[in-house]
C-alpha cells in the first residue's frame, strides 16, 4: 500500500518507501513501477506486470542529509492508478455488506502526531488496523537494510524525530512484514500523520508526513496528499466497528518481579511510611510491579481521584513509585503485595497511554535532546523517545525501546526528574516485524486490481 500525492499542476505520483519504490538506493529515476510487485510474485524478474508509474525521486538511505526518511515518489501512468487515491478499507462507511468502503485520506498536508492519537491503516499484509500513538520524538538507532532484491550489501539507518504507534490491546500488532509504505491515519479525520517504513513484534514506527513533504519540496517537487476534500475529512469507519478491541494499546507481556526484590521494596516502603502517608490525597501505601518498566517494583501510592495532588515522589530510596487513583479504597495504611493486588483489582484497567500536557510534552523534549544519544549508546538501547507515564498519569516519560532479551544495564527509574518508560520487543526491522502476527481485529488484505489502488508495492 501506499498514498497518492500531488503537486501544484495537477501531476499525481505514488507516495511509498525508498525501500519498495527505490529498490534501496539502487534504482534510477524513470525506472518503471510494476504491478504485481515483487513480493507478491515471489520473483526479483517477475513476468506479465504491468507498470502503473514511474520513478521520480527518491531519498537515498545509505547517504542522504539529515533528517533520515524512508520515501519515495514515482508519477503515475494515467489510467493504471485511482486518480482519487483511495485505499482499501480506509472509508467513513461501510458497503452492503458492511465492509468499510475504499476511501482517501483527508486532502492535504497531513497533522502532527500526539500521544494517545488513535490511527488506522490499511497495509498489504494485515488490511486495516488501528491502533494509537505511544510515544514521539522518537531516535531509532540501526534498523537494517539491504540493497537490491535480497542478495546486495547490508546497511543500517539511524532516524531522529520518528512516531512510535501500538496495535489495540488484544488485536496484536499494528503491522506485519509487507506493510511497508502505508499511510497512518487519524481514526476522527484520516489525516495522514506518518509514512509506515519499519517495527518490531509490537510496535510500528514512522516517518512525521511533515517530514516527508518537507524533504520532497527541497528537491523542487511540492507534493500534498490526494483524497477527501471535506473540510473535517472522515471518520475510519473500519476502527469503530464492535470488534474493535476496548483499550488503548497492545500491552506488553507480564514480567514478574522476584519475590526478594518486591520484599526489599516492601522495607523501603515500611521504613517511609510514615512520611508517605502524610500526603493528604493517599491512602493507603502498597507494593506492586512498576507499569513503566514491569520488571521492577514500585510503590503504590492509592490517592483519591479528583483531589489535588501534593509533592508524591517520583521514587524513594532508588524504588520507583506509582499511583493507583480510585473513589474510596477499602483499606487504608501500608498494605502487602496481596492487599495492593485486590485493591487494583476492584479499578477499571487503566490505559497504555495518557494525554499529557504541552508543559509536560516541553519539560520532556529538554530532557530527550539532553539524554538521548546518551541512551542510544547502551548495550541494547533501539529507540529513545517521550511517552507517557503508567505510573503517574498526567506525567511524562522517557520512552526506553529495547531489544528484547539483550544484556543492557539498568534503566534509571528518574533522568533529571523525569521517569523512564521500558518498551521491549524485537528489533526494528524494515518492511516491519513478525508476519506471523495477524491482530484479531483486521480486515484482510485484498486482491483487488491495480487499478483499485493508489500505490503499490
Request: proline share 8%; with cysteine; hydrophobic share 40%.
Amino acid at each position: 500500500m501506499g498514498a497518492l500525492v500531488a503537486d501544484p499542476s495537477g501531476t499525481q505520483y505514488i507516495l511509498s518507501n525508498t525501500h519498495i519504490l527505490g529498490r534501496t538506493d539502487l534504482a534510477q529515476p524513470g525506472e518503471a513501477i510494476i504491478q504485481p510487485g515483487l513480493i507478491d510474485t515471489s520473483t526479483c524478474t517477475p513476468s506479465g506486470a504491468r507498470t502503473v508509474a514511474n520513478l521520480t525521486a527518491f531519498y537515498n538511505l545509505e547517504n542522504g542529509p539529515a533528517p533520515k526518511i524512508d520515501a519515495a515518489i514515482a508519477q503515475v501512468v494515467p489510467g493504471n492508478v485511482d486518480p482519487q487515491g483511495n485505499i482499501l478499507y480506509l472509508g467513513g462507511s461501510p458497503d452492503a455488506n458492511g465492509v468499510p468502503i475504499p476511501a482517501g485520506p483527508h486532502q492535504g498536508a497531513g497533522v502532527t502526531a500526539a500521544l494517545g492519537m488513535l490511527v488506522g491503516k490499511s497495509g498489504r499484509s494485515t488490511g486495516l488496523t488501528c491502533g494509537t500513538v505511544i510515544a514521539v520524538a522518537v531516535n531509532v538507532g540501526s534498523v537494517q537494510y539491504q540493497k537490491g532484491c535480497g542478495t546486495g550489501a547490508n546497511f543500517s539507518v539511524s532516524y531522529t524525530n520518528q512516531v512510535a504507534f501500538a496495535g489495540r490491546s488484544g488485536g496484536g500488532s499494528f503491522s506485519a512484514e509487507g506493510d511497508s509504505g502505508s499511510l497512518i491515519v487519524s481514526q476522527s479525520t484520516a489525516d495522514p500523520v506518518a509514512l509506515m517504513y519499519a517495527g518490531s513484534d509490537t510496535d510500528t514506527v514512522g516517518n512525521p508526513v511533515s517530514a516527508v513533504l518537507n524533504y520532497f519540496a527541497s528537491v523542487g517537487k511540492n507534493v500534498t496528499f490526494v483524497g477527501d476534500t471535506a473540510s473535517t475529512g472522515h471518520q475510519v469507519f473500519g476502527c469503530s466497528l464492535p470488534v474493535k478491541p476496548a483499550s488503548a494499546s497492545t500491552t506488553q507481556a507480564a514480567a514478574t518481579v522476584a519475590p526478594d526484590v518486591m520484599q526489599k521494596a516492601a522495607a523501603v516502603r515500611d521504613a517511609h511510611a510514615p512520611e508517605l502517608l502524610a500526603h493528604p490525597e493517599v491512602q493507603a501505601v502498597g507494593v506492586g510491579a512498576s507499569r513503566d518498566n514491569p520488571r521492577e517494583p514500585a510503590i503504590l501510592f492509592f490517592v483519591t481521584t479528583g483531589q489535588p495532588r501534593t509533592d508524591i515522589p517520583t521514587q524513594v530510596d532508588g524504588v520507583r513509585t506509582r499511583i493507583v487513583a480510585g473513589p474510596l479504597f477499602p483499606r487504608r495504611g501500608a498494605l502487602t503485595t496481596q492487599e495492593s493486588a485486590q485493591l487494583e483489582q476492584s479499578l477499571a484497567a487503566a490505559p497504555e497511554v495518557y494525554p499529557i500536557s504541552e508543559a509536560e510534552l516541553a519539560r520532556a523534549k529538554q530532557v530527550h535532546a539532553t539524554h538521548a544519544q546518551e541512551q542510544m549508546s547502551q548495550a541494547g538501547v533501539q529507540g529513545v523517545g517521550i511517552s507517557s507515564s503508567l505510573d503517574a498519569p498526567g506525567e511524562a516519560a522517557l520512552m526506553i525501546f529495547l531489544v528484547r532479551g539483550v544484556t543492557h544495564n539498568p534503566i534509571p527509574a528518574v533522568i533529571d526528574g523525569l521517569r523512564t518508560r521500558v518498551r521491549e520487543s524485537s528489533p526494528f526491522r524494515a518492511g516491519s516485524g513478525d508476519s506471523s502476527r495477524r491482530g484479531t481485529c483486521t480486515l484482510p488484505p485484498s486482491k483487488t486490481p491495480a487499478s483499485k489502488l493508489p500505490a503499490s508495492n
